[in-house]
């Protein structure tokens, strides 16, 4: 029976936490909503002049924006050049000029990084990037086809 009476004590407390006195000595409710039906559409109707300010950046804000994505798709290219940079070391056999396949492939992903370095239309980074990471899973894909035929050549010779 103590502990009951201890329940509702410690409930009357929180309730009366809940309900102290704001500013003008009216008790502050859970909900502080809008008073009113005109409260509440101003608060949650879009008045088309905000929508239409929000439309119209300044300079500042669309340099910013673009320094944002560039920035996003700056971070996308560095990855995806590592990404490249670790794939070639798989490539370890020469070619027929007699230089290391990763050389050439490390070569050549640099000149195309260095080609579209000052590229600024975000459509042709996105393609550039998208393009690059397909072409390095299919190389990684052809690699492992090839390592497993190669496998199983040797498993074939000596089993």
């Known amino acids: 029976m103590a502990g009951y009476g201890r329940t509702f004590r410690t409930m009357g407390i929180h309730l009366r936490r ?3 006195p704001v500013e003008f000595g009216s008790p502050r409710l ?3 909503g809008p008073d009113t039906v005109e409260e509440l559409l101003d ?6 002049e905000e929508e239409e300010k929000k439309k119209i950046l300044d300079d500042d ?3 910013i924006l673009t320094r944002q994505r ?3 798709t700056r971070r996308e290219a560095l990855s995806l050049y590592r990404d490249i940079i670790r794939a070639t070391r ?3 056999w020469p070619d027929s000029r007699g230089l290391l396949w990763r050389d050439v492939l490390r070569e050549n992903a640099r000149k195309e990084f ?3 370095r000052f590229e600024t239309d975000p459509e042709t980074i996105t393609r550039l990037l998208i393009g690059g990471h397909d072409a390095l899973q299919a190389a990684l894909d052809k690699l492992v086809e090839k390592q497993k035929q190669e496998i ?5 010779y000596v089993g």
């Open 43 to 48: 608060r949650h109707i879009a008045v088309k």
């Open 18 to 20: 809940k309900l102290r």
């Open 30 to 32: 859970l909900h502080n």
């Open 61 to 63: 804000d669309n340099e």
């Open 114 to 116: 260095e080609e579209a």
């Open 152 to 156: 199983q050549k040797q498993q074939g």
């Open 90 to 92: 798989f490539f370890a």
């Open 70 to 72: 560039l920035t996003s």
